[in-house]
Nanobody, 122 residues
Framework: QVRLVESGGGLVQAGGSLRLSCAASGRTFSTYAMGWFRQAPGKEREFVAAISWSGGSTYYADSVKGRFTISRDNAKKTVYLQMNSLEPEDTAVYYC???????????????WGQGTQVTVSS
C-alpha cells in the first residue's frame, strides 16, 4: 500500500504559479499511476491530471491543459503538479492519488492523500 503526503499549496495572485508535490511512501511507488484531483467548496471532486507509472503518458482535464504540467521522479517517490497562469477558478483543495490502474486517463480505486489548499486571488 502507498501513503501520500501533499505539499506546496498556498495563496497566489491570478496569473501566478505554484508547484505542488506529493511524496509517497512504500517500495512499489514506481508501479503506481499517479494523479491530481481537486475539490472546490460546494463542488464534487474533479480530475485534474494523471501520469502513467513510467511517466510516458500524461492526461489533463481540458480546463488545465496548457497551463498545468504533471511529472514524476520515481527515484524520489514524488509526483509534481506545476501550475502556471493560475485563475481564481483554480481555487480548491488539491488531492494526490495513486492507482495501479490507469486507462484512458481514468484511475481505478485510487488511494488519496490528505489534500493541500490552493487559493488564487483576483
Amino acid at each position: 500500500q502507498v501513503r501520500l503526503v501533499e505539499s506546496g499549496g498556498g495563496l497566489v495572485q491570478a496569473g501566478g504559479s505554484l508547484r505542488l508535490s506529493c511524496a509517497a511512501s512504500g517500495r512499489t511507488f514506481s508501479t503506481y499511476a499517479m494523479g491530481w484531483f481537486r475539490q472546490a467548496p460546494g463542488k464534487e471532486r474533479e480530475f485534474v491530471a494523471a501520469i502513467s507509472w513510467s511517466g510516458g503518458s500524461t492526461y489533463y482535464a481540458d480546463s488545465v491543459k496548457g497551463r498545468f504540467t504533471i511529472s514524476r521522479d520515481n527515484a524520489k517517490k514524488t509526483v509534481y503538479l506545476q501550475m502556471n497562469s493560475l485563475e481564481p477558478e483554480d481555487t480548491a483543495v488539491y488531492y494526490c492519488a495513486a492507482s495501479q490502474t490507469l486507462s484512458m486517463g481514468v484511475m481505478t480505486s485510487p488511494t488519496w492523500g490528505q489534500g493541500t489548499q490552493v487559493t488564487v486571488s483576483s
